[in-house]
């Protein structure tokens, strides 16, 4: 309910994982206890990297029970979106950036069947998704330019999380707030405490010397004590 604290969720980011064997990744980080997967979708246009289309989602989403979100970093959304919920996603994120009628766009991915969320670059004023935040499920905050994993947290960020999370509250909205962009577990409590309670994380899962379980573990710990 508004005004109370939100559900502490930690979605892996499979920019990591080894492709080669995808389907066994998700299986470990749903034993993991991770919360969803996060699909970064990338077009090698919007951002200059390539990643995953809607075909590798839908073959891996018998893989595991987790619900699936994809973060659409691409030129055309309104095209792929319905491809991504057809394939299994339950959560679509569009970027600001990516499309000039941003309410037509979130419109489609609910119309599609899945639950809408918008997405803020670093460098967007929060002011843009002003008069879309009753549409969506979520608001992805960007902590890093998007393009690449293991980048630096850019800290700065925070201020837009709690400008945000002061008017959920204020509209009395139920929306989460996701952060996205050098999560570790040395900048998540300063996050959780300016609001944000969605936690993607790449490089802090994949890369931890004890497995994704101790990684996810202790991020959802600092997390739970920021809050």
């Not at 989602?57 to 030129?75: G, Y």
């Not at 491809?83 to 599609?112: N, W």
């Not at 890093?144 to 947290?153: C, D, S």
Request: charged letters at 20%.
């Amino acid at each position: 309910m508004p005004g109370t604290p939100r559900q502490i969720e930690i979605a892996p980011s499979i920019l990591p994982a080894d492709f080669s064997r995808l389907g066994e990744e998700l299986q470990l980080l749903e034993k993991a206890s991770a919360d969803r997967i996060h699909w970064d979708v990338m077009d090698g246009t919007f951002v200059p990297n390539l990643t995953v289309g809607p075909d590798v989602v839908a073959a891996c989403r018998a893989a595991v029970s987790l619900p699936f979100e994809a973060h659409l970093m691409v030129d055309d959304p309104d095209l792929l979106a319905p491809r991504y919920v057809a394939a299994g996603c339950e959560l679509v994120t569009i970027h600001v950036e990516s499309t000039r009628h941003l309410d037509r766009t979130l419109h489609g991915v609910i119309e599609a069947g899945a639950k809408a969320a918008v997405t803020l670059n670093p460098a967007t004023p929060l002011e843009s998704v002003d008069n879309v935040l009753h549409l969506v499920d979520m608001v992805l905050i960007m902590s890093v330019n998007p393009g690449f994993g293991g980048q630096k947290y850019i800290a700065a960020q925070e201020a837009k999380v709690r400008r945000l999370r002061r008017w959920i509250l204020e509209r009395e909205l139920d929306v989460d707030i996701e952060i996205d962009g050098g999560i570790s577990v040395r900048t998540i409590s300063d996050a959780t405490a300016a609001g944000a309670n969605v936690f993607v994380a790449g490089s802090a899962v994949f890369s931890d010397p004890e497995g994704p379980e101790h990684a996810i573990t202790a991020l959802r710990t600092l997390a739970h004590e920021a809050q």
